[in-house]
C-alpha cells in the first residue's frame, strides 16, 4: 500500500495485485463499470469506491471525496490503509470459566503473612531467651536490629513487600536464628571446658564463626543467582533474601558478639546465667 496524491486537496490509497488477483480484479471492474465495487472487513464495509474505468494492469488507487480538506483526506486514506493492511482476522471467543476476585484479596494476604510473622518473631524471641538465657538475650536483641535494617533496606531500594518477600525475610531470620543457635552450642562447650564467660564468648565465635559463614554464602550464591535470572515474583523473593542472608550474618556474627561481650564485661561470671 502507499498514498497518491492526485491534486492538492485529494489524497488516495494505492494498491498493487498479484497475477492471479489482477485477472480477478480487471474482470470484475470491467463487469462492474460505474458502479461500486465494497471492501469488507469481518463482515463490515470500510470502503466501497465507484470503479471509473477498467483496471486491467494490477494497480489502481482509491480515491476519496474532493470536498474535504487535505488533513482529513490524509486521515482517511491512512485509517483505510491500516484497516486493509490489517486484513480480517475472524476468532471465535467462548467462555470457559468465569472467577471473581476481591481487590482486597492482597492486602489480606500480606496483611495475614505480616501477622504470622510478628507472632512467629515473637516465639522465636521467647525460645531463645528459655534456651539460652543471657546469650539469649543478646540473640533477640540482634534479631529485633535484624527487622529494622531490613525494613529499613527494602525502603532504600523501593523493594515492594510481597509474600515473597516476606517469606524471604522469614528465612533471613531463620537463618540468623540457626546461626546463633550454633554459636551459643560452641560457647556452652567452651564454659564447659572451663573458660571464662567473656573467653567462651571469644573462642566460641572463633570456632563457630567459619561455619556460619559458609552456610549463608552458600544461600548467599543461590539468591544471586535468583535475582539474576528470576523474574516478576521470583526476583523480589530472590532480592529479599539478598538481604535478609547479608544482614542476618551481620547481626549473628558482630552484634550478638559485642552484646554478649558487652553482657560478659558488666561482671556476670555466674555460669547458670548462660547455660541451663
Not at 46 to 63: D, F, H, K, L, W
Not at 172 to 195: P, Q, T, Y
Not at 231 to 247: D, E, N, P, R
Request: glycine share 10%; charged share 15%; aromatic share 6%.
Amino acid at each position: 500500500m502507499d498514498y497518491a496524491n492526485d491534486d492538492r486537496t485529494q489524497l488516495g490509497v494505492g494498491f498493487r495485485l498479484t497475477s492471479e488477483g489482477s485477472k480477478a480484479f480487471a474482470e470484475a471492474t470491467t463487469k462492474f463499470v460505474g458502479q461500486t465495487i465494497s471492501i469488507s472487513l469481518d463482515g463490515e464495509v470500510i470502503s466501497a469506491p465507484t470503479v471509473n474505468t477498467p483496471i486491467t494492469g494490477g494497480r489502481g488507487i482509491i480515491t476519496g471525496s474532493t470536498s474535504v480538506s487535505t488533513e482529513d483526506s490524509y486521515n482517511w486514506a491512512k485509517g483505510l490503509t491500516i484497516q486493509i493492511q490489517s486484513g480480517a482476522l475472524p476468532m471465535d471467543i467462548e467462555e470457559v470459566e468465569t472467577r471473581a476476585i476481591s481487590a482486597t484479596l492482597g492486602v489480606e494476604a500480606i496483611h495475614g503473612a505480616l501477622i504470622a510473622g510478628i507472632i512467629g518473631l515473637i516465639l522465636i524471641l521467647i525460645f531463645m531467651l528459655v534456651m539460652y538465657r543471657l546469650p539469649g538475650v543478646a540473640a533477640d536483641m540482634a534479631l529485633l536490629i535484624y527487622v529494622l535494617i531490613v525494613f529499613y533496606a527494602l525502603a532504600i531500594t523501593g523493594v515492594q513487600l510481597t509474600l515473597q518477600g516476606i517469606a524471604g525475610i522469614l528465612l533471613g531470620i531463620g537463618m540468623a536464628v540457626d546461626a546463633n543457635v550454633v554459636i551459643f552450642e560452641r560457647f556452652r562447650e567452651e564454659l564447659k571446658e572451663g573458660r571464662t564467660p567473656l573467653n567462651a564468648v571469644k573462642y566460641g565465635f572463633r570456632n563457630a564463626g567459619r561455619a556460619v559463614a559458609d552456610s549463608n554464602i552458600t544461600t548467599l550464591i543461590a539468591a544471586i543467582v535468583l535475582m539474576i535470572f528470576g523474574t516478576g515474583t521470583i526476583k523480589g523473593f530472590a532480592i529479599t533474601l539478598t538481604i535478609s542472608v547479608i544482614v542476618s550474618l551481620f547481626t549473628a556474627v558482630v552484634i550478638t558478639r559485642s552484646l554478649l561481650i558487652l553482657i560478659c564485661k558488666l561482671g556476670v561470671n555466674n555460669r547458670k546465667a548462660y547455660s541451663r
